[in-house]
């Protein structure tokens, strides 16, 4: 199959074509329409007219949230351990396996009818655990996006909901991360320092001996994570993890905004992945994370949305505008978010994933996006980042492709009924506000 339309193909070596083929779901040429329909003439041609993206990784996300939306919440939410406890802990606890799949599945569809074809989820349902990440896991082959799941491991409900986090993470990791597929990864889920102990952590670095697999874990959102830390382990977050092996390479440390410099040495020397969350910390009022730091000390730092939206193009913009901002600098941010979006992210999912992911390019895999996005100045390689972060959104995707399939196409999706899901959703979702 031939695909044309003006591809923004990521790569620095070819930027931007025209045209590219895809055979047995990867990339397998790019370059000008006319020379790729020459050089295999027998290729079906797929004009779209449209612009052409990379499918997007959203790095770091919460499918469980997704009862939320619309829903009002009545107990204190003044700051960010109250939104904790009074929103997301009140939520999770209630979910049974069927809120599973259905979270799963109306995420996972938002996701791509945005753009995202690979997504990294942080899930937690405390009184539905064993099981749950399997549920999920056919929620995105129903859907057909990529995924890479685990369990939000903690101490706040007791003995055995750690037990059962713990073994579902790792029983999943072990079925998830072999090398007979690239569509499902499992990492090792941890909610964050203030809900672990010393033990707890001992313990997981046990049962994880061997497992393929990092570790996923929520690092100093808030300021009370360091202050715990500090009161109660006489060390900071950063250093407490890592000193169990949970900052490096294989993992992702979200957020990261209350970090010191010598906590970001820390992070540079493991070769850590932090994933910054623009929407997220503005909401939740926690902070700004220093990310343009980061990245300058060498980190990769990738950009995820905390279910706040599923927007990815949007989160690159925030980003972009909370760096300049925060800095009061205008030419700081626009790089970085760019970075983050079309660089890091892409890195991190190729090697989770073992296969090349957000990139178009020779051999990658032929996961792609088309936007109906109509640039009123040249688009070519000198301004493409420019349109995509202050033109492109996810409003605008018009269809996806994974791994040399349309599971999205002209705005519908191929493998399921998507207004049945909402419908299924929605009634689930009453009897949770009721609760509520």
């Excluded at 405390?126 to 101490?155: F, K, Q």
């Amino acid at each position: 199959m031939i695909v044309t339309g003006t591809v923004i193909t990521g790569d620095p070596a070819q930027p931007v074509v025209d045209a590219l083929v895809v055979r047995d779901g990867v990339v397998v040429a790019v370059g000008t329409a006319d020379a790729l329909r020459a050089a295999d003439p027998d290729q079906a041609v797929t004009a779209t007219g449209r612009v052409i993206l990379p499918g997007l990784v959203n790095a770091h996300t919460h499918a469980y949230s997704a009862y939320a939306r619309g829903m009002a919440v009545h107990s204190p939410t003044r700051d960010f351990p109250e939104i904790l406890a009074n929103l997301w802990w009140a939520l999770d606890r209630k979910l049974e396996p069927e809120d599973v799949t259905l979270n799963a599945t109306t995420t996972f569809l938002e996701s791509v009818r945005n753009g995202v074809t690979t997504v990294f989820d942080h899930h937690s349902s405390p009184n539905a655990i064993p099981g749950s990440l399997g549920l999920m896991a056919e929620a995105a082959g129903h859907v057909g996006l990529r995924a890479c799941l685990c369990y939000e491991t903690s101490d706040r409900d007791g003995p055995w909901a750690f037990a059962a986090g713990v073994t579902e993470n790792v029983d999943f990791m072990r079925e998830a991360n072999t090398t007979g597929q690239d569509r499902v990864r499992g990492m090792f889920g941890l909610h964050a320092s203030f809900t672990l102990s010393e033990p707890s952590l001992d313990a997981v670095a046990e049962a994880t001996e061997g497992v393929p697999g990092g570790y996923h874990v929520h690092v100093a959102e808030g300021p009370s994570d360091q202050e715990h830390a500090l009161a109660t382990f006489g060390k900071r977050v950063v250093d407490r993890l890592a000193g169990h092996g949970m900052i490096g390479p294989e993992s992702i440390a979200a957020h990261c905004i209350h970090v010191t410099p010598a906590e970001i040495e820390v992070l540079a020397e493991r070769r850590a992945n932090v994933v910054h969350n623009p929407h997220s910390n503005l909401g939740n009022a926690v902070g700004f994370a220093p990310v343009v730091e980061m990245l300058r000390r060498g980190i990769r730092v990738g950009l995820g949305t905390d279910a706040y939206t599923a927007d990815m193009l949007a989160s690159m913009q925030v980003a972009k505008i909370v760096a300049s901002g925060h800095r009061g600098d205008p030419t700081v941010g626009f790089g970085e978010a760019v970075a983050m979006l079309f660089q890091h992210n892409p890195a991190l999912a190729s090697e989770v994933f073992g296969t090349d992911l957000g990139i178009l390019r020779p051999g990658a895999a032929a996961d792609l996006i088309t936007l109906d996005y109509r640039p009123p100045t040249p688009l070519d390689e000198r301004s493409a980042w420019g349109h995509a972060v202050f033109g492109m959104a996810g409003a605008q995707v018009v269809d996806a492709m994974v791994g040399g399939e349309w599971i999205y196409r002209d705005r519908a999706f191929t493998r399921l009924d998507e207004a049945e899901v909402l419908a299924h959703s929605a009634e689930r979702a009453e009897r949770i506000w009721k609760e509520m």
